[in-house]
C-alpha cells in the first residue's frame, strides 16, 4: 500500500515531531537531517537511499519499513518521549506473517469490515492449545492506533476481578448487584442477578461504542457461585455469555473455548510448527533462533502454552509485562508474590501446592519457568521481577497457619500481610525488638481497630526506647495515642516512657516532674512497674542518692519482666553498683546483659569503661566487642560517635596514639548532634597534647571549650564536660608553656604561668560530688597542678587521694605522692610507696612507677639498680611515646646517666629518650 497524496506520510509525521528534541550535531552530521538519518540507517544494516522514499512517499520493503520505524522508535525513547504506534499497513503485513492460515482469514475479514465502516461481530472456537489469544493480540495491537483503543475482556475463573474494572471503565454499576448474590437464594435469583449484571455491561459497551475483544475459558463463576441463566440454570461460560453477546451493538470478536448455543462460529485449529516459529519471532524480534526453537520445543503444539513462554521470556526484559492477566498464570503468581518475600525467599513446596490445590508435578511447562528449586524441598521464584506487588490475604493467613512458631519472621510478615492483629501483636509485646522486622508497620496501623492501635502504640514506644529513639516522630505519635487512652493504666504508662525519654537526654529535672505518683505503678503490670522503677532509679542517681537509685533497680530486678526487658534491669544494676563503687558486683550485672543486641553493646562498653577507670588491660577487648555490638545493632550513630570517642580514650592511656587517632576521627565523622561532636573534640584536644601538638590540641579544645560553657542542652552533663575541657586546657598549656606532653610518666619541677592558673582556678570550681568521675577529676587536677608547685605544697594536694577506694585512682595519687617525695629528696619513703602498690596492669601507670623508681634508686646510690630498671625498660612492654617520655623526664634530674650513652649531640633527656624508645 503506498500513499500519494499531497497529505504527509506517517514516517514524516513521526520525524517532524521528532525533530525539535534532536539538537546539536554528532559525527553523521546535524542531529534530525534527512542525512544524518541516512547514515543511522547505514550503521544499522539498512540501505540509505529508501529512507526518503519511505519518508515522503510511504514506498519500501516491509524489511526496509521495519528497520526505520525500530529506528524512529529508540530516538522516541532517547529524547524521553514514549514511541508512537507503527504505521497502519506496517503492522498489519506483520501480524498476518504471524497468523496461520485460519486466524490469518478472521483477521482480515473483522479489519477490512471495520475499515468499511462496518459492525463486525465474529466468534471463533478453540481448545487451549489453538491460540485465541495470539489473533486477538494481533487484533488488539492492529487496533491500537485508532484514537480509541478496543476494550479487551479475558476471562476464566473468578469473573468479578475482570467484570468490576470494566464496569468502572464504563461508569456501569454492578457491584451493587454482586453484593445481592448468595449462595442461600434461588437459583432463579441467582440467574436473574447474573443476567442483569451481564445487561448492564452491555448497555454500557453500546453506548461507550469501542470494539470489544473477549476471551473466555471454558468455566468460570461470581463471587464464588457457578454461572447460571435466566431459568436458574447452571452454565458453561460460553453459554452464559451468549445474551450479553446477542444485546451488543458494538463490533466485537469473541474467542470462546466451547461453542456458544445457537450464535454462529468457526473453530480454530492447533497452530503449525511454522506458525508458532512466527508467533515467537514476532513477539521477541531480537531473541536468537536456537531460543526460539527451545521455546517452541517446550510448547508443542500448544498455543496457550506458547503464549505464556513468550510471555515470561519478554517479561525477563520487561518488567511491566502483563503476566497477572493470563488467568492461567495469575494463581500461581499470587502465591508466589505471597510466599516470597525478599528477606526470605524461598518457601516449602508443599505449602504451594497446598494453595495451588494440586502438585507441582502437574504444573505446566510456563508455571514452572516460573519457579527454581533451591533444595531440601524449597521453591523461590525464577524472577522477582515478575510477581506482583500485593497478594490476598487468605494467601497469607494460609502461611500463617502452614509456618511453625520458631519461624518467627514467617509469623510476623504473613500475620501482617494477613491483617491477624491478634497474633501479631501477641509476639511483638514478648519482644518489641521485633518491630524491625516490620518496617512501616505503625504508619498501617492508622485503620486498625482503637485497642489493637493502643497496644502497637505501647510496642512501638518500648522499641525506640530501647533504641534511644525518644524524638522519633513514631514514638512521639504513639506516646500521644498512649497519654489519651482510656485506660489509666495506659496512660500511666505513657508518664513513664515520657519521663523515660527525658532522663535518656539527661534532663532528670523534667523526667522527674513527669513521672506518675509511686503509687500509680501499681496499676501497671510487673513489666511496666519494672519500667518506672528504672526511670526512678535514673532521676536519684542524678540527685546523687545512689543508695536510693541502686533500691529502685534492685527492686526492679525482683520483678518476673518481661524478657525484652531483663537486660535493661541488668544494665542498670550494672550502673548503679559503678556509682557506688561495688565494681566486682557492676561488672557481674554488665556481664548478664546478652539478649537484646543493642543493650549487649552498651552493657560490653560500660564494662570496657569501668575496667579501663580500674587500669585493667582487659578493658580494651570488653570495649571493643560493646563497639561491634552497637554498630551491628545499628544504634544511633551520635551513640556510637560517643562510645568510639571513649574507645580512643582508652586507646590514648595505652600509648597506641595513632589507633586513637584514627578512631577519634572517625567519631568526628559520626557525630551529628553538637553536644556529641564538642564531646569528641575534647578528647582528640587531649590525644593532640598527649602527642606533643599544642596548638592541634588548642584548636579542639577551644571549640569544646566554647560549646559547653555556652550550651544550654543537658545543663548538668555540660557542666562536668566544661570543667573536664578545662583540665585539658591545662595540659595543654604545660605542653606548650614547658614542653611537657600529657603522657607518663609525669615528673615536676616544671613551670608553666597559664598551665598553673588555669588549674588553679578549676580545682576550686570542681563541685565536691562523690561520684568516681568528680573524683577523677580532682585527683587529675591536683596531680598536674603538683608538677607545678613545691614538694610541700603538691604533697598536701595529693594527701586526701591516698585511700582511694578506687584501685587505679589511689595507684595514681599514691605514684604522683611519691614522685614529690622523691624530688624533695625522701628517696626511701617514695621508693616504699611505689613497692607498696600492688602488680599495675596499666601501661601509664607502670611508666610512672619506673620513673619513681630510678629516682629513688639513685638518690640511695644504687646507680647500677637504676640503671638495670632503666635498661629494663628499654626492653620491657611499655609503649614506645612512653618510653621515649621517660627517657626524656629522667634526663632532667639524672645526669649522671650521660656517661652511660653513647656520645652525640643531643641534650641527655632527648638522647635518653629515643635510647629507650629504639633500643637495638
Known amino acids: 500500500m503506498t500513499s500519494r497524496s499531497s497529505e504527509p506520510t506517517p514516517w514524516l509525521r513521526y520525524l517532524e515531531d521528532l525533530r525539535p528534541y534532536l539538537k546539536g550535531k554528532d559525527h553523521r552530521g546535524k542531529r534530525g537531517s534527512l542525512r544524518w538519518l541516512e547514515a543511522l540507517m547505514s550503521e544499522r544494516g539498512g540501505r540509505a537511499g529508501t529512507v526518503r522514499n519511505i519518508l515522503y512517499k510511504d514506498l519500501g520493503s516491509l524489511e526496509e519499513k521495519e528497520r526505520l520505524y525500530g529506528l524512529l522508535a529508540d530516538l522516541y525513547r532517547e529524547v524521553g518521549l514514549k514511541p508512537p504506534p507503527p504505521p497502519g499497513e506496517l503492522f498489519l503485513e506483520s501480524a498476518r506473517r ?36 495470539v489473533l486477538l493480540s494481533a487484533v488488539q495491537r492492529a487496533l491500537s492506533a485508532l ?120 473453530p480454530l485449529s492447533p497452530p503449525s510448527r511454522e506458525e508458532a516459529r512466527r508467533f515467537v519471532r514476532e513477539r521477541l524480534p531480537h531473541l536468537p533462533p536456537e531460543r526460539v526453537e527451545a521455546l517452541v520445543n517446550q510448547a508443542g503444539r500448544n498455543f496457550g502454552e506458547l503464549s505464556r513462554l513468550v510471555l515470561l521470556e519478554a517479561a525477563k526484559h520487561d518488567p511491566k509485562t502483563p503476566l497477572q492477566e493470563d488467568p492461567a498464570l495469575r494463581p500461581l503468581l499470587l502465591a508466589l508474590a505471597a510466599f516470597s518475600p525478599e528477606a526470605d525467599p524461598a518457601f516449602p513446596a508443599a505449602l504451594l501446592e497446598k494453595a495451588l490445590g494440586r502438585p507441582l508435578e502437574k504444573l505446566s511447562q510456563a508455571e514452572r519457568a516460573l519457579l527454581e528449586w533451591v533444595g531440601d524441598g524449597l521453591v523461590r521464584p525464577a524472577l522477582r521481577s515478575l510477581l506482583p506487588e500485593e497478594a490476598p490475604k487468605e494467601l497469607h493467613l494460609l502461611a500463617l497457619s502452614f509456618f511453625p512458631e520458631e519461624n518467627l519472621f514467617r509469623r510476623l510478615y504473613h500475620a501482617r500481610k494477613g491483617g491477624a492483629w491478634a497474633e501479631l501483636l501477641r509476639a511483638l509485646e514478648e519482644d518489641p525488638a521485633r518491630l524491625a522486622l516490620l518496617p512501616g508497620l505503625w504508619v498501617e496501623a492508622q485503620t486498625w481497630p482503637k485497642e489493637a492501635r493502643e497496644a502497637l502504640a505501647a510496642v512501638v514506644v518500648r522499641y525506640r526506647a530501647v533504641l534511644g529513639q525518644y524524638a522519633h516522630p513514631e514514638a512521639e505519635e504513639a506516646l500521644s495515642v498512649l497519654r489519651e487512652a482510656e485506660n489509666p493504666a495506659l496512660r500511666a504508662w505513657a508518664r513513664i516512657k515520657a519521663a523515660e525519654a527525658k532522663a535518656d537526654a539527661a534532663l532528670y529535672k523534667e523526667a522527674e516532674e513527669l513521672l506518675p505518683p509511686l503509687e500509680d505503678l501499681n496499676l501497671l503490670d510487673e513489666t511496666g512497674r519494672a519500667e518506672g522503677l528504672l526511670v526512678m532509679a535514673a532521676v536519684e542517681r542524678w540527685k546523687g542518692d545512689y543508695e536510693r537509685a541502686a533500691s529502685y533497680a534492685e527492686a526492679a530486678e525482683r520483678l518476673p519482666v518481661a524478657p525484652f526487658l531483663k537486660d535493661r534491669v541488668q544494665l542498670w544494676r550494672g550502673l548503679v553498683a559503678k556509682d557506688l563503687g561495688r565494681y566486682e558486683e557492676a561488672l557481674a550485672a554488665l556481664e548478664k546483659v546478652g539478649h537484646d543486641p543493642l543493650l549487649l553493646g552498651r552493657a560490653r562498653y560500660q564494662m570496657g569503661d569501668l575496667l579501663m577507670r580500674l587500669g585493667r588491660l582487659e578493658a580494651k577487648a570488653r570495649m571493643e566487642e560493646g563497639l561491634k555490638a552497637l554498630e551491628e545493632a545499628g544504634a544511633p550513630k551520635d551513640e556510637v560517635a560517643r562510645v568510639r570517642a571513649r574507645y580512643g580514650t582508652l586507646l590514648r592511656r595505652l600509648g597506641l596514639y595513632e589507633e586513637a587517632e584514627k578512631a577519634l576521627l572517625q567519631a568526628l565523622s559520626e557525630a551529628e548532634d553538637p553536644f556529641t561532636r564538642a564531646r569528641v573534640e575534647s578528647e582528640a584536644g587531649i590525644l593532640e597534647a598527649a602527642r606533643g601538638r599544642p596548638f592541634e590540641a588548642l584548636a579542639y579544645l577551644e571549640a ?217
Open 147 to 266: 484514537p480509541e483503543e478496543p476494550f479487551f475482556l479475558n476471562l476464566g475463573g473468578e469473573l468479578a476481578q475482570a467484570l468490576i474494572p470494566l464496569a468502572e471503565a464504563l461508569g456501569v454499576e454492578v457491584q451493587g448487584l454482586l453484593s445481592q448474590l448468595s449462595p442461600t437464594q434461588p437459583y432463579l435469583l441467582q440467574g436473574a442477578l447474573q443476567g442483569e449484571v451481564l445487561q448492564a455491561l452491555a448497555q454500557g459497551l453500546n453506548r461507550a461504542g469501542r470494539p470489544l475483544l473477549l476471551r473466555a475459558e471454558a468455566e468460570g463463576s461470581l463471587e464464588g457461585l457457578p454461572l447460571r441463566g435466566p431459568d436458574g440454570v447452571q452454565k458453561g461460560l460460553s453459554a452464559w455469555l451468549e445474551p450479553f453477546l446477542k444485546a451488543l451493538r458494538i463490533p466485537y470478536l469473541a474467542a470462546l473455548s466451547e461453542p456458544p448455543p445457537t450464535l454462529p462460529y468457526q
Open 704 to 920: 569544646a571549650e566554647r560549646y559547653f560553657r555556652t550550651t544550654s542542652e543537658r545543663p548538668k552533663e555540660a557542666r562536668y564536660r566544661h570543667l573536664r575541657t578545662l583540665f585539658r586546657l591545662g595540659a595543654a598549656y604545660l605542653l606548650l608553656e614547658a614542653g611537657q606532653p600529657y603522657r607518663p610518666p609525669f615528673l615536676g619541677g616544671l613551670r608553666a604561668e597559664e598551665a598553673g592558673r588555669l588549674l588553679e582556678a578549676l580545682l576550686t570550681a570542681i563541685p565536691e560530688e562523690a561520684t568516681d568521675r568528680y573524683t577523677a577529676l580532682r585527683l587529675d587536677t591536683a596531680s598536674l597542678l603538683a608538677l607545678l608547685l613545691p614538694p610541700e605544697e603538691g604533697l598536701g594536694l595529693l594527701r586526701p587521694f591516698l585511700g582511694l577506694e578506687n584501685p587505679y585512682l589511689r595507684a595514681q595519687a599514691r605514684l604522683g605522692y611519691a614522685e614529690i617525695l622523691a624530688r624533695k629528696g625522701a628517696y626511701g619513703e617514695a621508693l616504699a610507696q611505689v613497692v607498696a602498690l600492688p602488680p599495675l596492669e596499666d601501661p601509664g601507670l607502670q611508666a610512672q612507677a619506673r620513673a619513681v623508681e630510678v629516682l629513688a634508686l639513685l638518690g640511695l646510690g644504687e646507680r647500677e639498680a637504676a640503671w638495670a630498671k632503666v635498661r629494663e625498660a628499654a626492653q620491657g612492654g611499655l609503649p614506645r611515646p612512653f618510653r621515649f617520655q621517660l627517657g626524656r623526664a629522667l634526663g632532667r634530674f639524672c645526669p649522671e646517666l650521660k656517661a652511660r650513652l653513647p656520645q652525640g649531640p643531643l641534650a641527655l633527656p632527648e638522647a635518653l629518650g629515643f635510647a629507650l624508645a629504639n633500643p637495638d
Open 98 to 133: 504471524a497468523l496461520g492460515r485460519d486466524k490469518r482469514h478472521i483477521f482480515r475479514r473483522f479489519l477490512r469490515e471495520l475499515e468499511l465502516g462496518g459492525r463486525p461481530q465474529l466468534v471463533v472456537v478453540g481448545g487451549p492449545a489453538t491460540g485465541k489469544g
